[in-house]
């Protein structure tokens, strides 16, 4: 495989300029400048050749080219289309052999394929918002590798995990407290939503900490890196949706203990307290220390306490 050069800060800059493209927060955007920490990145995502990966939020395209470099496909998401229609043109200027292929354009996405010598789609970018994509072009992709845009990071992720069971492992780049959150072990200060419903799709663990210094504009807070592997969720009788009410609802007010947290979705706080002491659980406890598992023990106890629906013919009282 020909040699790939990655971006350097002036680089960068200098395409940022030529676009006339100015970094927003609206968006999130914080791009990455330094090629050691794009490296470090698709080393510790596990990177194979030759497998399909999904990018959310390549920007001017640092990452897109790491990834490029240890041989995968990208399928790269973006929601700016000025940074979307720079891409194709960039990447082509740094893999040696690649050419557009084709261009297609729908009410609600734009796509472009880029492809060697042999046909093969080395990169597909998607002008759309992550947060609307339910299908993607192409073979599905086997990891998640992206420095997420800050504002929208968990919903992105979340998201993802849930429609693409393609997805057997992430590595994303997130705000160092959003890092510790979706890493969280039950127990801990800062387990709570994003802990759980991570956890109910896969293993996170923060695997390393991103310095300032590496991304243009520098943000105010440090970055990490969270690894995540796909596993099994919970075996349970219920949909997720149930199990994630819950959820939201034990963490709505922090402080209150389950028979109180979750009174409004039970109806009462005696019949939340007979959910919680049927799925094993004590309702003086709070629901940062409950686990995945919990959670979806008391989604069964409250769907089973639920009045059954009448049935045809049947005239409610």
């Known amino acids: 495989m020909s040699a790939i050069a990655l971006l350097g800060p002036a680089e960068i800059r200098a395409l ?37 990966v999904v990018e959310v939020g390549p920007g001017l395209g640092s990452l897109t080219l790491g990834l490029l470099e240890a041989g995968a496909d990208v399928v790269a998401v973006e929601i700016d289309p ?13 893999v040696p052999g690649l050419t557009v292929g084709d261009a ?42 992206a420095n997420l845009p800050y504002n929208v990071s968990v919903p992105v992720l979340l998201t993802f995990l849930e429609r693409f069971g393609s997805l057997e492992r992430g590595l ?12 969280a072990p039950p127990g801990s200060r800062t387990y709570g939503v994003p802990s759980v419903k991570a ?30 592997d796909r596993r099994e969720p919970p075996t349970t009788t219920v949909a997720r949706t149930e199990v994630f009410a819950v959820v939201d609802a034990a963490f709505a007010q922090r402080r209150k203990m389950l028979r109180s ?36 023990r008391i989604a069964e106890a409250l769907v089973l306490a639920r009045p059954a629906a009448p049935g045809p013919g049947t005239v409610a009282p």
């Open 16 to 52: 940022a300029e030529r676009a006339g493209v100015r970094p927003t927060k609206t968006l999130g955007q914080n791009f990455l400048l330094d090629a050691g920490t794009v490296r470090k990145i698709v080393r510790q995502a596990d990177v194979r050749a030759g497998e399909r």
């Open 82 to 94: 000025v940074l979307a229609t720079l891409l194709p043109e960039t990447v082509a200027a740094h």
């Open 104 to 145: 297609t354009q729908d009410d609600v996405s734009r796509t472009v394929v880029l492809r060697d010598g042999d046909g093969r789609a080395r990169l597909t970018v998607v002008t759309q918002d992550a947060l609307t994509v339910t299908a993607l072009p192409g073979e599905p992709p086997s990891a998640l590798v």
């Open 172 to 183: 994303v780049m997130v705000q160092a407290e959003v890092a510790d959150r979706l890493a």
């Open 199 to 228: 956890a109910w799709y896969a293993a996170a663990r923060r695997t390393a900490t991103v310095g300032r210094a590496v991304f243009w504009p520098a943000p105010n807070v440090d970055s990490a890196l969270v690894r995540l």
């Open 261 to 296: 947290a979750l009174a409004g979705l039970a109806g009462s706080s005696s019949a939340a307290e007979a959910a919680v002491r049927a799925a094993g659980l004590d309702p003086q406890a709070r629901g940062e220390q409950v686990d995945v598992a919990g959670f979806a």
